[in-house]
């Protein structure tokens, strides 16, 4: 069981290894190669999430397609890779880079909240509440397929994608 | 063009919201994650400010879709509370739930209202 937010936001599991960012003086080198992995996979992440937003594209009042397909996809990808990262030995970018940057930079947060609002704002409550629910329960629903994904492949490499 | 503006907005709200998650939980220093809630629902606001101010195409790729975008996340809300629940904090997964749901919500819309009063 990964530490709460040892994947996607910054805490170290304890122990595991150093904190990439030392809060009380200046990044060293080393942790400056964590935010550039971080800075690069999250712009790789975010041009994926645009050029989905291009081929499917959003009319006012109408349910957010893409955004709704980025998000889920993020989260069920995030689930089934979260053992191979997390795992001992793993390289120390591997995390920053695929999950923090990525992922991160692939799903959004920002743009679903105007998304239900706008939804609201166009007198289209039906369709606001409606991706409100079906991101939310889709998200998680996509996290806890990902670990099933993520077991199973374990089962078939032992000693190795654990989660 | 757009799509470069999209990848450098994204190369700085991505470790902007590692630095920004970090620090929060470093300083709260709880299972609950913090950090993803607080660049979650500013990042929210800001986009709402984006929205309301009716901003140019250039301004929506880079600052919008990009920064924004990248700032914040859905997996890492999704990850946290599906291992929220699964270590049997049921209830700190639920508070994350709401918490992120209408703590976004409120500063989204705070965030269209201001930029629209900015607008005039």
Request: charged fraction near 5%; include cysteine; aromatic fraction near 8%.
């Given at each position: 069981m990964p530490r709460v937010s040892a994947v996607t936001s910054a805490p170290e599991p304890a122990g595991l290894d150093a904190p990439a960012i030392d809060l009380a003086g200046q990044p060293t080198d080393k942790e400056w190669h964590v935010l550039a992995v971080v800075a690069l996979g999250g712009a790789l992440g975010a041009l994926a999430r645009y050029a989905v937003e291009r081929a499917l594209p959003a009319t006012a009042g109408s349910f957010p397609v893409a955004t709704f397909t980025a998000n889920l996809l993020g989260c069920l990808?995030?689930?089934?890779?979260?053992?191979?990262?997390?795992?001992?030995?793993?390289?120390?970018?591997?995390?920053?880079f695929v999950a923090t940057g990525v992922l991160g930079g692939f799903t959004t947060f920002s743009t679903y909240t105007i998304q239900v609002l706008t939804a609201a704002l166009h007198s289209r409550v039906d369709v606001a509440a409606g991706y409100l629910l079906a991101t939310l329960l889709g998200a998680l629903v996509a996290v806890e397929a990902g670990f099933v994904v993520s077991r199973a492949l374990a089962r078939r490499r032992p000693g190795s994608g654990r989660r | 063009?757009?799509?470069?503006?999209?990848?450098?907005?994204?190369?700085?709200?991505?470790?902007?919201?590692?630095?920004?998650?970090?620090?929060?939980?470093?300083?709260?220093?709880?299972?609950?994650?913090?950090?993803?809630?607080?660049?979650?629902?500013?990042?929210?606001?800001?986009?709402?400010?984006?929205?309301?101010?009716?901003?140019?195409?250039?301004?929506?790729?880079?600052?919008?879709?990009?920064?924004?975008?990248?700032?914040?996340?859905?997996?890492?809300?999704g990850f946290d509370t599906v291992v929220l629940a699964e270590a049997r904090e049921r209830l700190l997964a639920l508070l994350n739930v709401v918490a992120?749901?209408?703590?976004?919500?409120?500063?989204?819309?705070?965030?269209?209202?201001l930029g629209s009063a900015l607008t005039g």
């Open positions: 990808v995030i689930g089934a890779v979260a053992g191979w990262v997390l795992r001992p030995g793993a390289h120390r970018l591997l995390r920053p | 063009m757009t799509f470069l503006l999209v990848a450098v907005g994204a190369a700085v709200g991505a470790p902007l919201r590692y630095l920004i998650a970090r620090v929060v939980d470093v300083r709260v220093g709880s299972v609950f994650p913090w950090g993803i809630l607080t660049v979650n629902v500013a990042g929210s606001l800001l986009l709402g400010v984006l929205t309301g101010l009716v901003a140019p195409p250039s301004w929506q790729a880079g600052v919008g879709v990009g920064f924004c975008g990248a700032l914040t996340t859905y997996s890492a809300f992120s749901l209408v703590g976004g919500l409120a500063a989204a819309l705070a965030g269209i209202a």
